[in-house]
């Protein structure tokens, strides 16, 4: 499902972003999910030490939150990363670039923290979502 969203890249006046837009406008119904990690059902860690597991496992439990929801990643307005190391960003822009449309990249912003929950995780992402006025 998608939401009738408007992804504006660049506004006026501004540098280009690298992955995501400055700007995205929507109407409908509004979804926050919450900073998820590389944990899996179980609540154990996936891919310790390995940046682009750990985001893998970090989409895969976003796109579940998502699911219920009934929405997609069409649907995120908004990505606030988490990282423990400026370093994991690569791998997380490539796993990112993977759940992606890169003509409808959500607005986003990257934030080096000292820790997360678990000393182990490297990457925490939460997210924002908007559904069309409507949908379940």
Sequence with gaps: MSSAL???AT??????GNGYSHL????GRF??????????????????GDPEAQAEQV???????????HATFS?????????????????????RDRHLDPARLPACSAVQVAGLV?????????ALAVLPPGAP
Excluded: W, Y
């Design 6 to 8: 408007t992804h504006i």
């Design 11 to 16: 506004p006026e006046g501004l540098a280009p």
């Design 24 to 27: 995205v406008i929507g109407e």
């Design 31 to 48: 979804a926050a999910i919450s900073g998820q990690v590389a944990l899996d059902a179980d609540g154990k860690v996936v891919g310790e």
């Design 59 to 69: 989409f895969a439990n976003l796109q579940r939150c998502l699911a219920e929801a």
């Design 75 to 95: 649907d995120v307005v908004k990505f606030t990363f988490f990282v423990t190391d400026l370093a994991v960003m690569p791998a997380l822009r490539a796993v």
């Design 118 to 126: 678990r000393p182990e995780l490297l990457i925490e992402i939460e």
